[in-house]
């Protein structure tokens, strides 16, 4: 499935991406997808990053209401 207005997919989690989040929760909603590459294929996230996110979507889940999927690395 391609990318679209409420639909993104990132390689690696960067904090910038909070920007992303932002503007899905002011406009229709969103889902953000980390561990995929622009095509949609699934790279998985690195140990670090995956820490990060999942710390960082903890936040987030107890202020907001927004869709974060975390894609396993593929083995």
């Keep these: 499935m391609p990318e679209h207005q409420t639909m993104e997919y990132k390689k690696s989690w960067?904090?910038?991406f909070l920007e992303w989040i932002c503007g899905y929760a002011n406009a229709y909603g969103g889902t953000l997808y980390i561990?995929?590459?622009d095509n949609g294929d699934v790279v998985g996230l690195s140990d670090k990053d995956r820490k990060k996110?999942?710390?960082?979507?903890?936040?987030?889940?107890?202020?907001?209401m927004v869709n974060i999927f975390i894609v396993p690395a593929v083995p």
Excluded: F, P, R, V
């Design 14 to 16: 960067h904090d910038e």
């Design 53 to 64: 996110l999942l710390w960082t979507s903890t936040l987030l889940l107890s202020a907001i």
């Design 35 to 37: 561990g995929k590459n």
